[in-house]
């Protein structure tokens, strides 16, 4: 079993910045890939970034050259650092995590994100 705990969002003016922070307990040696997702109402949820264990990333289109994704493997931790924020970019914030051996996926309780136009 892996638990994640989110943290760091809020409320922030268009053009703003915010880091979320996403921390793995539990049988963390088993996580491959952790990331973030976002669902907006009335919207599916989408993948926003996600890195692997090794460190490969990859991003939605929509916030390329915008967030940035790492990964404290030591510390368990996955960060995403939003830069030049949007009002579209308002959400509910998921961080995910898989395990290797057994696919299996988790969710953290989420974290809201709202950006002011």
């Known amino acids: 079993q892996v638990h994640l705990v989110e943290s760091g969002g809020g409320l922030v003016q268009a053009g703003g910045s915010l880091r979320l922070s996403c921390a793995a307990s539990?049988?963390?040696?088993?996580?491959?890939?952790m990331g973030w997702y976002r669902q907006a109402p009335g919207k599916q949820r989408e993948l926003v970034a996600v890195?692997?264990?090794?460190?490969?990333?990859n991003y939605a289109d929509s916030v390329k050259g915008r967030f940035t994704i790492s990964r404290d493997n030591a510390k368990s931790t996955v960060y995403l650092q939003m830069n030049s924020l949007k009002p579209e970019d308002t959400a509910v914030y998921y961080c995910?995590?898989?395990?290797?051996?057994?696919?299996?996926?988790?969710w953290g309780q989420g974290t809201q994100v709202t950006v002011s136009s």
């Open positions: 890195v692997t264990k090794s460190g490969s990333t």
């Open positions: 995910h995590a898989d395990e290797i051996a057994t696919l299996l996926n988790y």
């Open positions: 539990g049988r963390i040696f088993s996580i491959n890939s």
